[in-house]
């Protein structure tokens, strides 16, 4: 069975930095592309960052290019996003999900249960 | 970045009813689209993908349709367990897109 473990979440300061970690199991971690999508409370999803299976490529969304970053331990099974720079307006809850293919077409098929990061003073 | 709208926002609907939801891109996509399916304090599932491929395991009354710009989620006939909320999503770029959701509750 497919598992994704967030863990890391919690209260920081604006300004301040916290460091996501996601446990995969039960699939083969480094044949996967990896995401990171996060959901403001009561707002829809936002997907944040990519990474290839070999960490090779990384993508970011605008809203968070520059301040947070993306990385990967196939040999540990995990990955992880460090935020640095927080905003109030990151608060969220982060879910660590993969990135799967059918044919041509990508979707994100796996999902953590999400791990809530509260920016705020 | 490709931008993705979908409307409505929010409807009300009751078990049995039909229930289309819109989704527009902002360029076109071609069938690199996909509807999510999210349920409070649960994180998000698969319905559909490459605009009309049903993925493994969902009801066959849902079904989606369009290429280009413009896509449309379908229930067929509304069932208790199916209010929630419903998400699109480009995977035309590698930086993926959500629409802003639809929220189907029940009238």
């Known amino acids: 069975e497919v598992q994704l473990v967030e863990s890391g979440g919690g209260l920081v300061q604006p300004g301040g930095s916290l460091r996501l970690s996601c446990a995969a199991s039960?699939?083969?971690?480094?044949?996967?592309?990896m995401n990171w999508v996060r959901q403001a409370p009561g707002k829809g999803l936002e997907w944040v960052s990519y990474?290839?299976?070999?960490?090779?490529?990384?993508y970011y969304a605008d809203s968070v290019k520059g301040r947070f970053t993306i990385s990967r331990d196939n040999a540990k099974n995990s990955l992880y996003l460090q935020m640095n720079s927080l905003r109030a307006e990151d608060t969220a809850v982060y879910y660590c999900?993969?990135?799967?293919?059918?044919?041509?077409?990508?979707?994100?098929?796996?999902w953590g249960q999400g791990t809530l990061v509260t920016v705020s003073s | 970045d490709i931008q993705m709208t979908q409307s409505p926002s929010s409807l009300s609907a009751s078990v049995g009813d039909r229930v289309t939801i819109t989704c527009r891109a902002s360029q076109s996509i071609s069938s690199y689209l996909n509807w999510y399916q999210q349920k409070p304090g649960k994180a998000p599932k698969l319905l559909i993908y490459a605009a009309s491929s049903l993925q493994s395991g969902v009801p066959s009354r849902f079904s989606g349709s369009g290429s280009g710009t413009d896509f449309t989620l379908t229930i067929s006939s509304l069932q208790p367990e199916d209010f929630a909320t419903y998400y699109c999503?480009?995977?035309?770029?590698?930086?993926?897109?959500f629409g802003p959701g639809t929220k189907v509750d029940i009238k």
């Open positions: 039960g699939f083969t971690f480094s044949s996967y592309e």
């Open positions: 999503q480009q995977s035309y770029s590698p930086i993926f897109t």
């Open positions: 999900a993969s990135r799967g293919a059918y044919g041509d077409y990508e979707v994100i098929d796996y």
């Open positions: 990474i290839s299976s070999s960490g090779s490529t990384i």
